[in-house]
Each structure stands twice: as structure tokens, then as C-alpha cells.
């Protein structure tokens, strides 16, 4: 099945600086790929996604990149706020609209003011 | 839309003890997911549900762990009986499953103590 693993868990940048996060998926199959942030006491909610045919996808200060030949994508948070500051998971799949989504282990990403 | 609704948001029990989880996903949506979250294992998913009907529940821990959809409206994940290690944060979520889209939206989380 599919395993998706996220570097790194803690991220801690001055306000204004990039944040970048990695992750690597295994299953070749996958085509889409999420990514969640969680703030302190709430559920997830999808800030950004990317599907397989596209390789970039920008949302004002964020961004997603895909390699699928290496299978890996990233997150980028530009111009970083304070308000930036929560849990971020990356996911990957499904392959059919059956399947499940496989979550990222996570990484906790402060900005100090 | 009032968003996914969970019930308790936090449930204090003794270990032994029946524990039962509640969820309205959003109106409309088709697909149902439970999840389990903790420090030492991130946000697992213990089972999800396509039109009421359970399609996957290979992440659920063991017998003590069961999950229903009645109806299109409403789920419970039950834990009997319950154990200290079964101590996390358990979110339900919903999406429409429907022309390519995926987002899962969650709910707020059950914090579940068991002592």
C-alpha cells in the first residue's frame, strides 16, 4: 500500500522567511496529493492540492511542486505570518475514487515573530 | 452548512467502559472517514465509509473497535470496552466523492480520556 513519509517534523522560521516541506509518496498509481494544515484544537482543513498531470499550483503565498518520476512533492509558504504557525500534512492518493488518502506523518511548523 | 458534527468533544471514561462516537457529516457528501490521532502515531485512519457502506476497516485496532453509517446522516465508532491506550483525539470527516473531487472536510474532534 501507499506510504508517504514528511521532512521535517519541527520547522522553525523568523516571520517573513520561506518554510519549505518535503514528502515522498511509494505507490506510482497515486495521482492526488493534499495538503492539510491543523491548527492548536481544530480538525484538519485543505489548504492546497496538486494533481498528477500538473506540476506546480500556486495560491498566493503557497505553493505545491510534484515529481512524479522521483515521486516527491513539497509545500512552499512564502513571506511566513505568525498566523502560518500549526501542523501541516502532506497525503497522496487516491487511485480510484474508492481508495483512501494516506497522511503524511506531519511537521510542526512555528514563526517567531 | 454547519460543517462535520462531532459529539462528545470531550469524553472522560474508565477503562472497561463503553464509549461511543458520534458524527453528522456534512449534507450531501457521500463518503465518511474516522480517524485517530496521537503524538507517537500521527492521524491514522481506522475506517471510512462510500455511500453508508463500509469499504475499508483495515485500520481499525482490534474487535473492541466498531464503526456503523445507519444512514447517510449519522455515524458511530464505538470502543468496548475501552483501554487507557485508546486515549487520542478521534476526528470524523466528510467529502463528495464525486467528478475527481477528494477534500475531506473534519470535524472539530472528540478528545477521549480513558483512565
Known amino acids: 500500500g501507499e506510504n508517504v513519509e514528511q521532512h521535517p517534523s519541527t520547522l522553525s522560521v523568523q516571520e517573513g522567511d520561506s518554510a519549505v516541506i518535503k514528502c515522498t509518496y511509494s505507490?506510482?498509481?497515486?495521482?492526488?496529493f493534499p495538503w492539510y494544515k491543523q491548527e492548536l484544537g481544530k480538525g484538519p482543513q485543505l489548504i492546497i492540492d496538486?494533481?498528477?498531470?500538473?506540476g506546480e499550483k500556486k495560491d498566493q503565498r503557497i505553493a505545491v511542486t510534484l515529481n512524479k518520476t522521483a515521486k516527491h512533492f513539497s509545500l512552499h509558504i512564502t513571506e511566513t505570518q505568525p498566523e502560518d504557525s500549526a501542523v501541516y500534512f502532506c497525503a497522496a492518493g487516491p487511485k480510484t475514487s474508492y481508495d483512501k488518502v494516506i497522511f503524511g506523518p506531519g511537521t510542526s511548523l512555528s514563526v517567531i515573530p | 452548512d454547519a460543517g462535520v458534527i462531532q459529539s462528545p468533544r470531550h469524553e472522560v471514561t474508565e477503562m472497561g467502559q463503553e464509549v461511543t462516537l458520534r458524527c453528522k457529516p456534512i449534507s450531501g457528501h457521500n463518503s465518511l472517514f474516522w480517524y485517530r490521532q496521537t503524538m507517537m502515531r500521527g492521524l491514522e485512519l481506522l475506517i471510512y465509509?462510500?455511500?453508508?457502506?463500509?469499504?475499508?476497516d483495515s485500520g481499525m485496532p482490534e474487535d473492541r473497535f466498531s464503526a456503523k453509517m445507519p444512514n447517510a446522516s449519522f455515524s458511530t465508532l464505538k470502543i468496548q470496552p475501552s483501554e487507557p491506550r485508546d486515549s487520542a483525539v478521534y476526528f470524523c470527516a466528510s467529502s463528495l466523492r464525486q467528478g475527481g473531487s477528494y477534500e475531506q472536510y473534519f470535524g472539530p474532534g472528540t478528545r477521549l480520556t480513558v483512565t
Open positions: 505507490d506510482s498509481a497515486s495521482n492526488y
Open positions: 465509509f462510500n455511500n453508508n457502506v463500509p469499504i475499508d
Open positions: 496538486i494533481r498528477s498531470n500538473v
